[in-house]
T-cell receptor, first 117, second 119 residues
Framework: DTEVTQTPKHLVMGMTNKKSLKCEQHMGHRAMYWYKQKAKKPPELMFVYSYEKLSINESVPSRFSPECPNSSLLNLHLHALQPEDSALYLC????????????????FGEGSWLTVV | AQTVTQSQPEMSVQEAETVTLSCTYDTSESNYYLFWYKQPPSRQMILVIRQEAYKQQNATENRFSVNFQKAAKSFSLKISDSQLGDTAMYFCAFMKHLYSIQGAQKLVFGQGTRLTINP
């Protein structure tokens, strides 16, 4: 089973709303990621969690707040977003590398389409 | 810094033809991994093929194969007997190890090539 499940698939929110995107995987992966993808652009990394701890924050505004409650779940809490935050948000997961010489595959979910109005 | 360049923004071929997508990258590392991901209109990123840099043999997955030229830092994708379902955006990606953080890694993507298979 190589599946990463994201909910909701579509979300429309106002600039004063608070909402959350959810991601779940049951592949035993201990690294999980949030990527943001604008139309006709490649995905851009936002956050990396390794062993349920935030490892990387790619200078993401604080209106995006990630959370990793356990090894299978990853949330992205949204608050006071701007219209320019409208994008496809992709969750991904992978095994954790034991050494830099290793490599493994990162598996992506179907994404959550976010529209901020 | 690692960079990935896809020089073909769009390509279009007829069904059953063979098509090759180009990708070049820049890195100073000796051990690394390269990937081709496919993103159809449904927008899910699907792994097509992966290549370990230390392996000289080119990776193949059914109708998909790569031509990996390590010295030239080139990593092209060949799709044989193309099918309508191959219509998608294709991203070449380099896996970057983040040495300061155990276990963490990052995909560096090219800008993508939009491939259309015509009936």
């Amino acid at each position: 089973d190589t599946e990463v499940t994201q909910t909701p698939k579509h979300l429309v929110m106002g600039m004063t709303n608070k909402k959350s995107l959810k991601c779940e995987q049951h592949m035993g992966h201990r690294a999980m990621y949030w990527y943001k993808q604008k139309a006709k652009k490649p995905p851009e990394l936002m956050f990396v969690y390794s062993y349920e701890k935030l490892s990387i924050n790619e200078s993401v505004p604080s209106r995006f707040s990630p959370e990793c409650p356990n090894s299978s779940l990853l949330n992205l809490h949204l608050h006071a977003l701007q219209p320019e935050d409208s994008a496809l948000y992709l969750c991904a997961s992978s095994q954790v590398l034991r050494s830099p010489s290793e490599g493994n595959t990162i598996y992506f979910g179907e994404g959550s389409w976010l529209t901020v109005v | 810094a690692q960079t990935v360049t896809q020089s073909q923004p769009e390509m279009s071929v007829q069904e059953a033809e063979t098509v090759t997508l180009s990708c070049t990258y820049d890195t100073s590392e000796s051990n690394y991994y390269l990937f081709w991901y496919k993103q159809p209109p449904s927008r899910q990123m699907i792994l097509v093929i992966r290549q370990e840099a230390y392996k000289q043999q080119n990776a193949t997955e059914n109708r998909f194969s790569v031509n990996f030229q390590k010295a030239a830092k080139s990593f092209s994708l060949k799709i044989s007997d193309s099918q309508l379902g191959d219509t998608a955006m294709y991203f070449c990606a380099f896996m970057k190890h983040l040495y300061s953080i155990q276990g963490a890694q990052k995909l560096v993507f090219g800008q993508g090539t939009r491939l259309t298979i015509n009936p």
